[in-house]
């Protein structure tokens, strides 16, 4: 078991380009979620798929974010037309179904946006 | 959905045991209380959580309240390592997803 990985684990990119991340969770798990952190404060909650299905999206997730989970595995999370207010860390976490509340975190990925 | 109140920041003294409190006032009588804990530049990790009786695993205890409005994470022996920010939160087993509030920043001394 090498629990969640991400990648990349730094991104900086300019204003207005588009970025996208990738999260492979635990191979077992089978629901995986999105969150961001800002400096100082707690995750929030993006999104989270069982399976391949997107089930819940937060309504911090504006039309320029999208997720996908194509086959039940891993995960992206892409960020269209960047703004500097995206500049956070995207962290990523898989639990299984059984067990939702035990949410196994990625490293994250440390975007930076200028 | 219920609330969960914190310290912003605690010390404690290397190998002394640390008492974490949360305050829960408004909790219902199905929310679970969950504990994670933020390591320094890396992502959040489960530590524990109880529904109303006193809880113990490898990493911490946990000790409810009987009136399940408060509740404490108990580390028997902090070391460098807990130095972290801890998270009190409360989920329904129905619920799928996270809400972390500002936690409570441990530092441990020396």
């Given at each position: ?30 629901r995986l979620y999105w969150y ?9 909650f993006?999104?989270y ?43 990523c976490a ?9 949410q ?11 | ?96 997803k ?13």
């Amino acid at each position: 078991d090498t629990g969640v990985s991400q990648d990349p684990r730094h991104k900086i990119t300019k204003r207005g380009q588009n970025v996208t991340f990738r999260c492979d969770p635990i191979s077992e798990h089978n629901r995986l979620y999105w969150y961001r952190q800002t400096l100082g404060q707690g995750p929030e909650f993006l999104t989270y798929f069982q399976n391949e299905a997107q089930l819940e999206k937060s309504r911090l997730l504006s039309d320029r974010f999208s997720a996908e989970r194509p086959k039940g595995s891993f995960s992206t999370l892409e960020i269209q037309r960047t703004e500097q207010g995206d500049s956070a860390m995207y962290l990523c976490a898989s639990s299984t179904r059984d067990h939702p509340y035990e949410q196994y975190f990625g490293p994250g990925t440390r975007l930076t946006v200028t | 959905d219920a609330k969960t109140t914190q310290p912003n920041s605690m010390e404690s003294n290397e190998e002394e045991p640390v008492h974490l409190p949360c305050n829960h006032s408004t909790i219902s009588g199905t929310d679970y209380i969950h504990w994670y804990r933020q390591l320094p530049s890396q992502g959040p990790e489960y530590v524990i959580h109880g529904l109303t009786s006193n809880v113990n695993n490898r990493m911490a205890s946990l000790a409810i309240a009987e009136d399940r409005k408060s509740s404490t994470l108990i580390l028997h022996r902090a070391t460098l390592r807990d130095a972290a920010v801890y998270y009190c939160i409360l989920m329904k087993t129905s619920y799928d997803k996270v809400i972390f509030g500002p936690g409570t920043s441990l530092s441990v001394i020396p």
